[in-house]
């Protein structure tokens, strides 16, 4: 659950109030944290970071998985770890059908194998049970590619705001 609120606290203006908390993460950050100082949201993660022990993921893969599958209802988000995982989700066009999805981030370079998405489909039958279908040829591919091409283009636009 706090790995969510975190996680929903980086990507937009929700920020939860709890001074308790507040008070224990200055702490934490006085000592040094566990994992080390290597997640950066929006950008590349520093270089050298994520040492043994570290996590770490690219802050452009992460935020353009999120951009790309907004649409999608989200049951699991984890900055740290780069797993986003879906809730099922029924396309207007196509209610008898529902997609379920799975994004990791495997990388913390921007590259093409730095993400895997995973990409499943059920369909309702008569009586109303819903059954695995196969998913077409390359869907999951397309969408690893709009995220690549989102990231990309995140990336160019923080370069050209830097230069």
């Known amino acids: 659950m ?4 975190a996680a929903l606290a980086a990507c937009g203006g929700f920020k939860p109030v709890d001074v308790e908390r507040d008070a224990l993460t200055r702490d934490m950050r006085a000592q040094g944290s566990i994992f080390g100082d290597s997640i950066t949201i929006g950008g590349d993660s520093p270089a050298g970071a994520g040492g043994p022990g ?15 599958i907004a649409f999608f209802p989200m049951a699991q988000v984890d900055a740290h770890g780069g797993v986003i995982i879906t809730e099922w989700y029924s396309l207007p066009e196509a209610p008898n059908e529902r997609y379920k999805m799975q994004v990791y981030i495997l990388n913390r370079e921007l590259r093409a194998d730095g993400v895997r ?24 591919a397309r969408i690893e590619n709009a995220i690549l091409t989102r990231a990309r283009q995140l990336r160019i636009d923080s370069q050209a705001i830097l230069n």
């Open 54 to 68: 570290g996590i770490a993921v690219n802050g452009y893969l992460w935020r353009a998985s999120l951009d790309t």
């Open 117 to 140: 998405v995973s990409l499943f489909k059920q369909v309702q039958g008569a009586g109303g049970a819903w059954t695995d279908a196969p998913i077409a040829e390359g869907s999951a």
């Open 2 to 5: 706090t790995m969510c609120l």
